[in-house]
């Protein structure tokens, strides 16, 4: 069973950028492929990008194309969600999540994730 322990949140403005991280611990991140999602207050948890084992395919949901990036570095069992041109209707808790599942398809929906982190807080100011 894998760990995930999600860092690099924080306050920052419109227009700026960050850099989240999610270490795994327990077993090797190549096992398995890996989502960020996030949870502003007082709506549902929603998909933010994913990637495949190889990490040579990558999903993202429509309002962040363009200007967020989900690479991983397996040497380091870490997976990233780098954060351009950040917005307001950015801020939210975003979580990292590994999944399991024998697919060629990147889930971009929570059921197609096993395992979670305990969330990372964002906050863009206008």
């Known amino acids: 069973q894998v760990q995930l322990v999600e860092s690099g949140g924080g306050l920052v403005q419109a227009g700026g950028s960050l850099r989240l991280s999610c270490a795994a611990s327990g077993r090797a991140l190549s096992n398995y492929y890996m989502g960020w999602f996030r949870q502003a207050p007082g709506k549902e948890r929603e998909s933010v990008a994913g990637?495949?084992?190889?990490?040579?395919?990558?999903v993202y949901v429509d309002s962040v194309k363009g200007r967020f990036t989900i690479p991983r570095d397996d040497a380091k069992n870490t997976v990233y969600l780098q954060m351009n041109s950040l917005e307001p209707e950015d801020t939210a808790v975003y979580y990292c999540a590994a999944g399991t599942a024998r697919t060629w398809v990147v889930p971009l929906s929570r059921e197609g994730y096993d395992y979670w982190g305990q969330g990372t807080q964002v906050t863009v100011s206008s």
């Open positions: 990637i495949s084992r190889s990490g040579y395919t990558t």
